[in-house]
């Protein structure tokens, strides 16, 4: 099979599902102003922690149905990433069964349901699927997109991608993680409820007071990683805003925002970038998955990422 | 509860046995499981020894094949599958659904276990993996409480293997990147968290650093235990205070938790450390072989005794232990 070699300006932009725990009124107006933004997907729902209940179910579909009438980009439903409590998995469920919305995969038990109603999903991030033999796997559930784990190199997506057309198998849309703090791990514990002095039974919503995540820094002020609830993400925005002729080159179709409330300004840079623009400065951001190389290492333009065989 | 224990050598194989292991399970000295450290694991002749020995005192013994397949080097992860299925090993502790694929087609025989690396920690995520590759077990990430494992238990397709001992594993197992954000290898892709190669220690008058990929993960006064850098036990600084962040190193200890465990009906109790010395080996396994076999005769009348709790203090990161994730106010 042969696939034509992408160029940047082939590239789509995603808004993946907020990571953060925002006030209802603050989530809503934020989508009220991602509506006018030139997106082909936004991604909705809660992925971190079942407590959150700031927005019911019904409350996310409605605002499914809200920015699907007012925007040209294609709605899709996130599921949670750690199932651990039968009302979370009853909740998924109800999710995988809306009806109307793609829905975007994020445990093994999400695939089950949907492949169970012969529906098409995307495989979220925290999937673990770094080959064309287990992407193949997926295809044959019903896998449409596919979101790399985050540490996937460039070279480790390329390779993948390959295996599938080796077997002759058509590839699902590729799109990778290209701005945002990166979700890295995801916990038992609740640690924004443990710098509180609460238990996680009890832990007063207090994630809501850090739109942002908590900062993390070592004992010599190196800004490491970012607590937000069970979920541990990069201390570092990753930024692939200087990558994006590499990128497309590996068979990417889609970059995924990972929203901040700046959002508005990343998708727009994105988007000038895509076209053709210069890619501005990045001072503090990281790429060194996409290069093979330690993620919060940043790899300035120009140098190429590991061969495919590199480090993965 | 069958007793299921590591081994990162030839002669901690022989010593698990010697010490009463039911199971041991062991890895590839390569990239195709999750404890790839210099000097540590068995090369093929050794795994045919392994199994022999094992099945001479008819214990069983596994093969954690259990990283994620690398684009282009896949054939490295099959030849392992078709080493254990040759050699007769009794059970491939595997993570990634596309070598589950192939084994289960390729070896229908070979019985296949769900790694802990597969992060499936619900009944539904268990069910598309014995739909799909009929695996026969599956071993639970340590983020579950006590109650949830028993409702997984309940309502899993298959039995259910949880850690009872070792490193405690604060995140979600096969779900966690802080190694590679840090130094560029997972436990995922590469097979290592926090590598040895990545760490460097620092002494600054009395102080002693500790760092990983030179990122400063913890300093020591003298009076206080310097631990293994392993980044997520690293003290560092949130809003102006010092502290252990993310977990305090305190190794897992389940063995009061005996009753309950089998009252849920799991199957299988794992020891986690393959990368640490036969002198650990034995003594975990001879512990929890006593304590295993005090319950098996005295049922609900099962005491901890002091010196099992000694001893497994004695091995356990900083000497404390934590009943962890099970015991719901530790989350």
Redesign the interface.
């Known amino acids: 099979m042969t696939t034509a070699i992408k160029t940047r300006s082939d590239l789509r932009l995603a808004l993946g599902p907020v990571l953060f725990f925002w006030p209802k009124d603050t989530l809503l107006d934020f989508y009220s102003r991602m509506v006018e933004l030139p997106l082909d997907a936004i991604y909705i729902g809660e992925t971190v922690c079942s407590k959150r209940r700031e927005m019911s179910r019904r409350d996310w579909i409605a605002l499914a149905h809200d920015i699907a009438g007012a925007s040209r980009a294609r709605v899709i439903l996130s599921g949670l990433a750690l199932i651990e409590a039968a009302s979370e998995l009853s909740n998924l469920k109800r999710l995988c069964e809306n009806g109307e919305f793609m829905v975007e995969a994020n445990d093994m038990a999400a695939v089950r349901f949907l492949a169970g109603q012969g529906l098409p999903f995307v495989a979220g991030p925290a999937l673990n699927l770094y080959s064309g033999a287990s992407l193949a796997e997926l295809i044959a559930c019903g896998m449409q997109r596919w979101v790399p784990p985050v540490e996937c190199s460039g070279a480790t997506v390329a390779g993948a991608l390959a295996e599938l057309d080796a077997a002759g198998l058509a590839r699902p849309e590729v799109e990778v993680f290209a701005h945002g703090y990166l979700p890295l791990a995801y916990s038992a514990r609740c640690f924004t409820a443990r710098l509180a002095g609460r238990p996680k039974d009890d832990c007063g919503f207090r994630c809501i007071e850090y739109p942002a995540g908590v900062a993390v820094d070592s004992q010599e002020g190196e800004r490491l990683f970012t607590l937000n609830g069970i979920q541990t993400m990069s201390g570092r925005i990753g930024d692939l805003v200087g990558d994006l002729d590499d990128i497309a080159a590996r068979g990417v179709d889609i970059l995924r925002i990972s929203p901040g409330l700046d959002a508005a300004d990343v998708v727009a840079t994105f988007d000038r970038v895509r076209q053709g623009g210069p890619a501005p400065e990045v001072e503090d951001g990281c790429n060194g998955y996409w290069h093979g190389r330690p993620g919060m290492t940043r790899v300035p333009p120009g140098i190429r990422s590991a061969g495919a065989d590199g480090l993965a | 509860m069958e007793l299921v224990c590591p081994a990162g050598s030839l002669t901690a194989v022989k010593i698990a046995i010697e010490a009463g292991a039911d199971a041991i399970y062991v890895g590839l000295r390569d990239d195709t499981n999750a404890r790839r450290f210099a000097g540590l694991n068995l090369d093929a002749r050794e795994l045919e020894q392994a199994v022999g020995l094992a099945h001479a005192r008819r214990r069983r013994l596994f093969l954690a094949v259990n990283t ?7 054939e490295r992860w099959e030849r392992a599958v078709e080493l254990a299925a040759t050699l007769g090993v009794d059970a491939l502790i595997v ?5 589950l ?2 084994a289960s087609r390729r070896y229908p025989d070979l019985p296949l276990h769900l790694s802990v ?9 268990l ?3 014995h ?2 590759y009929g695996i026969r077990r599956a071993v639970l990430p ?4 006590l109650a ?1 494992v028993a ?1 997984v238990a309940k309502e899993s397709p298959v039995p259910v293997e949880v850690f009872g001992f070792g490193s405690l594993c ?3 197992e ?5 190694s ?5 290898e ?1 436990p ?3 097979g290592a968290c926090s590598p040895a190669g990545a760490v460097r220690w620092e002494r600054d008058g009395e102080v002693l650093s500790s760092r990983l ?1 030179e ?5 020591f006064e003298p009076e206080e235990r310097a631990g293994y850098p392993t980044l997520c036990k ?6 102006g205070r ?1 502290l252990h ?3 305090e190193p305190a190794s897992l200890n389940t063995i009061d938790l005996i009753p309950r465990l089998a009252e849920i009906g799991v199957a299988a109790v794992k020891i986690e450390g393959r990368q640490r010395s036969p002198a650990y080996v034995e003594k975990v396994t001879r512990t929890w072989r006593e304590a295993l076999d005090a319950f098996a005769a005295t049922g609900n009348d099962f005491d901890v005794r002091p010196h099992w709790s000694r001893t497994l203090a004695g091995l356990s990161e900083g000497s404390q232990t934590t009943l ?2 099970y015991h ?4």
């Open positions: 994620y397949v690398r684009p282009g080097a896949g993570a990634d659904i596309g070598l694929a192939h690396q597969g992060s499936a920690t619900n009944p539904e995520a069910a598309f993996y739909a799909r340590r983020v579950l409480s949830q409702q604060i995140m979600a096969g779900r966690c990147h802080l590679s954000y840090l130094t560029g997972s995922n892709q590469g990929n990122v400063l993960i913890d300093r690293g003290r560092f600084v949130v809003e010092r962040a993310i977990e962890g994730a719901r106010p530790w989350q």
